[in-house]
C-alpha cells in the first residue's frame, strides 16, 4: 500500500465547477499535513496546509480526518488557472529533521 | 528576493558519465533536501541534510551521492547515470524551527536526460 495515495485524475470541469479531490495515508504518526500544487514542467508549491478543524483559503477549503487518515481538498468557482496537479503531501517528524511524503498527485483540467 | 536556486536547468549527460546538479539558497535553511520526479509520479525523497548531518533513505541507490559544503550550497552527484535516472531533480529546503508546519520551498528543478 502507497504511504499516501490519491486519485490521478484527471478530473476535466467546466469553469465555475466545484471540484474535491481525496488523500488517504498509512502513517498514524503523520503529525501535519499540505496540499501543494504543480504546473506542468515546473516545482511543486505550497498550496495550504491542512488542519483538523479544517481550514478554508478563499475558493479553497481543506479538511483532515485523523481517524480515517483522509485529507480533502474542495475548490470552488474553479477558474481556468486552476488547472494543475495537486499533491497531497503528509509529514513526520523524524530524527533528522522532517521528511515529506507526497502523493502522486491528482490532475485538474478547467476548462471553458 | 530570498529563494531557491538549481543549475543548470536542463542538463543531458551520457549513460554513465558522471554529473553533478548544484542548489542553492539564500534562505538561510537549515534542512535541504533533493528529492527525485519521475513523469507522473510523486517527488520521490533521495536524502537530506540537517545542517551537516546527511540523512539517506533507505531506498536510495548508491549511485547517489550529495555533499553540502556549507549552508547555502547542497550538490547532487550521479556517479554512473543509467537511462532509469532520467528525471527531474528537485531540490528543497525547510527550517526547523516550526516542525509541525513546516513548508519545503522547492527549486525550479533540474530536468535531467541521459543519453
Known amino acids: 500500500r502507497k504511504e499516501v495515495e490519491q486519485d490521478p485524475g484527471p478530473f476535466n470541469v467546466p469553469e465555475g465547477a466545484t471540484v474535491a479531490f481525496n488523500c488517504t495515508y498509512s502513517?498514524?504518526?503523520?503529525?501535519?499535513f499540505f496540499w501543494y500544487r504543480q504546473d506542468c514542467r515546473k516545482e511543486p508549491k505550497l498550496l495550504m496546509s491542512?488542519?483538523?478543524s479544517g481550514n478554508e483559503d478563499g475558493r479553497f477549503t481543506a479538511q483532515l480526518n485523523r481517524a480515517s487518515q483522509y485529507i480533502s481538498l474542495l475548490i470552488r468557482d474553479s477558474k481556468l488557472s486552476d488547472s494543475a496537479t495537486y499533491l497531497c503531501?503528509?509529514?513526520?517528524?523524524?530524527?533528522?529533521?522532517?521528511?515529506?511524503?507526497f502523493g502522486t498527485g491528482t490532475q485538474l483540467k478547467v476548462e471553458l | 528576493d530570498a529563494m531557491v536556486i538549481q543549475n543548470p536547468r536542463y542538463q543531458v549527460t551520457q549513460f554513465g558519465k558522471p554529473v553533478t546538479l548544484s542548489c542553492s539558497q539564500t534562505?538561510?535553511?537549515?534542512?535541504m533536501y533533493w528529492y527525485q520526479q519521475k513523469s507522473s509520479q510523486a517527488p520521490k525523497l533521495l536524502f537530506h541534510?540537517?545542517?551537516?548531518?546527511?540523512?539517506n533513505e533507505a531506498d536510495t541507490p548508491d549511485n547517489f551521492q550529495s555533499r553540502r559544503p556549507n549552508t547555502s550550497f547542497c550538490f547532487l552527484d550521479i556517479r554512473s547515470p543509467g537511462l532509469g535516472d532520467a528525471a527531474m531533480y528537485l531540490c528543497?529546503?525547510?527550517?526547523?524551527?516550526?516542525?509541525?508546519?513546516?513548508?519545503?520551498?522547492f527549486g525550479p528543478g533540474t530536468r535531467l536526460t541521459v543519453l
Open positions: 528543497a529546503t525547510s527550517s526547523p524551527r516550526d516542525l509541525r508546519n513546516n513548508e519545503q520551498f
Open positions: 502513517n498514524s504518526a503523520s503529525q501535519s
Open positions: 491542512v488542519y483538523s
Open positions: 503531501v503528509v509529514n513526520a517528524i523524524t530524527g533528522g529533521g522532517n521528511k515529506l511524503t
Open positions: 534562505l538561510n535553511h537549515n534542512v
Open positions: 541534510y540537517y545542517d551537516k548531518d546527511f540523512n
